[in-house]
Nanobody
């Protein structure tokens, strides 16, 4: 079992920054990859970024490349999503997920989910 808890969401103006955190626990969570997804009202949950706990390899959705950075702290068992140059279209509930897929993945392939944190970007 893997337990994930997100934090760090909030309201920010366009062009601003936020950092999301995902605290992971469970006996086997480091055998999984960690990913961020987001879901805007009326839309499907979409992939944002993922990182491998073991080697730190990262993948990003095209819509966030160059603006978002995913990272991990193995000592703190935490995954971060640094979001810069935020746009109103980044507004969504952001979810942390654990998975065993290499590379970009659909939401259906994630095995564990956090409860989500709201990010709102005002124009």
């Amino acid at each position: 079992q893997v337990h994930l808890v997100e934090s760090g969401g909030g309201l920010v103006q366009a062009g601003g920054s936020l950092r999301l955190s995902c605290a992971a626990s469970g006996r086997t969570f480091k055998s999984y990859g960690a990913a961020w997804f987001r879901q805007a009202p009326g839309k499907e949950r979409e992939f944002v970024a993922t990182i491998s706990w073991s080697i730190g390899r990262t993948y990003y959705a095209d819509s966030v490349k160059g603006r978002f950075t995913i990272s991990s702290d193995r000592d703190q068992n935490t995954v971060y999503l640094q979001m810069n140059s935020l746009k109103p279209e980044d507004t969504a509930v952001y979810y942390c997920a654990a998975h065993k897929i290499i590379g970009v993945l659909p939401a259906s392939r994630a095995e564990y989910w956090g409860q989500g944190t709201q990010v709102t970007v005002s124009s």
